[in-house]
């Protein structure tokens, strides 16, 4: 049953990354970036049985939704390089976009393929008016890929987070930020 689920979420790709459904074995890589201070971004670090009610509702957004987190992979290996999520939660005005990443995978322009072809989808596919990312201000490789992906800082924060609006591909100068 859970095949049938999984092979519904699409699988996006760029030159070197494949975005697939989560799979319950991807959870051990999900533990190492929420269960360490990597997560200190992310409202961590959790313990592991934080980290998996986090995982599963993660999942669980695509049957609520009808989209929501992707394990990303390297093409070349099938490795799990992290999560690239658009989420919505309880409260939300607005769907998010968000990344999380292993240490390993960090400075090699993953997050930023991966980013962008989840944006994309976010708006061609499934046709979102609006996309935000919620970043920490001390957080400066996600302000970084913020910038790189042409997001506009909000000037006001929310719950200490800055807000970053991401613009559909038809308003934007640039097709290919």
Known sequence: M??????????????????????????????????SRRARF????????EAWDDFARTCS????????AW??????????LGVVLL?????DQDPELGIALTQA??????????????RDYAFRALEFPRLVSYVSPENTRAVALMEKLGAQCEPALLN?????RHTPPSARMDPHS
């Open 2 to 35: 859970a095949q049938r689920i999984t092979a519904q979420i699409p699988v996006l790709e760029t030159a070197r990354l494949r975005l697939r459904a989560p799979l319950i074995t991807d959870f051990q890589v999900y533990a190492r970036i929420a269960c």
């Open 42 to 49: 992310l409202g961590g670090p959790m313990t592991r049985e």
């Open 61 to 68: 957004v695509w049957l609520w939704r009808g989209h929501g």
């Open 71 to 80: 394990v990303m992979m390297q093409k070349a290996d099938d490795v799990p």
């Open 87 to 91: 989420g919505f939660e309880p409260g």
């Open 105 to 118: 995978a960090e400075g090699q322009g993953f997050a930023l393929e991966a980013a962008r072809v989840a």
């Open 160 to 164: 200490g987070n800055l807000v970053y």
